[in-house]
């Protein structure tokens, strides 16, 4: 079977997942940008109440951006797709052979999709507002300085490999793995207070890229397309080593176990690509 068959094949079977995998990002890019018009923008009357505690409004961010990331994994599209949202994920993901070749293909595709078609559809509802200066349709770019990009891409990578190793080694427990999307909203929540000033706070290139088409700023996007998916695939290689092998039930973020329609369903057909039997 060619390859183009089998990504027709699996988008046949398994198109809810790779939809709910672009409503879900596009849910995110959708919140990320009204709460940044809410608490950024001067005509704002959030940002008018908070506008000398810089603090205040950074912190409202982590925690909204982290609740919508929670809600995200445990709704019942997410508990479908296993909400990886990020190609970054489902690039690691598919690394340890929880998702096949072609659904991976479908579900970067899907994220990309979303991530720009939300993008563009704040562009067309708010205008002006998510245009300003103070919103900068949220587009994710190094700081201007002479190594801005070398911090970005170090900052992205640290951030990115933290987060991989954390929701791996929660999913492998069975203690935390159904805490794992609380987990991912905590980090989250604490990168965009802490780490925002260093790379802009991206960790996923898709919402990345969907911001900077909306924009039309395309400065160090490939730094955010390099440095994420570099850092899961050594959180992968580290895993691996820790646990001797030892897999993963599933690439479910909510923790639960795929069901048999489930791009992530191992006894649905062969992990990887090509089918040897068939061949």
């Not at 730094?223 to 030892?246: C, I, M, N, Q, S």
Request: hydrophobic fraction near 50%; charged fraction near 10%.
């Amino acid at each position: 079977m060619s390859f183009l068959s089998q990504l027709r094949s699996a988008f046949h079977r398994h198109w809810r997942h790779y939809l709910a995998e672009a409503m879900g990002i596009a849910f995110f890019v959708t919140c990320g940008g009204l709460l940044t018009m809410l608490l950024e923008h001067p005509a704002s009357p959030v940002r008018q109440a908070l506008q000398t505690n810089d603090s205040a409004r950074h912190w409202l961010m982590g925690l909204g951006m982290g609740l919508v990331i929670v809600a995200i994994v445990y709704s019942p599209w997410g508990k479908q797709s296993g909400a990886h949202i990020n190609p970054a994920v489902t690039l690691a993901f598919w690394q340890l052979g929880k998702i096949r070749t072609p659904d991976a293909v479908w579900y970067v595709l899907g994220q990309v999709a979303g991530a720009i078609g939300a993008a563009q559809v704040l562009k067309l509802v708010f205008g002006a507002l998510y245009a300003h200066p103070a919103v900068k349709f949220t587009v994710t770019q190094p700081v201007p300085l002479p190594r801005g990009e070398a911090l970005a891409f170090a900052a992205e990578f640290i951030i990115s490999f933290i987060l991989m190793l954390v929701l791996l080694l929660a999913l492998h427990s069975e203690r935390l793995k159904k805490l794992t999307g609380w987990m991912i909203g905590v980090l989250l929540a604490l990168y965009i207070v802490f780490e925002t000033p260093y790379s802009g706070m991206s960790l996923n290139p898709a919402r990345t890229l969907g911001t900077a088409v909306a924009a039309g700023k395309y400065h160090g996007l490939w730094l955010y397309w390099v440095a994420p998916p570099l850092a899961t695939w050594l959180a992968t290689v580290l895993f691996r080593k820790l646990y001797h092998g030892e897999d993963l039930e599933c690439a479910i973020l909510a923790g639960c176990g795929p069901s048999p329609s489930s791009p992530h369903f191992s006894g649905e057909e062969p992990p990887q690509y090509p089918d040897e039997a068939a061949a």
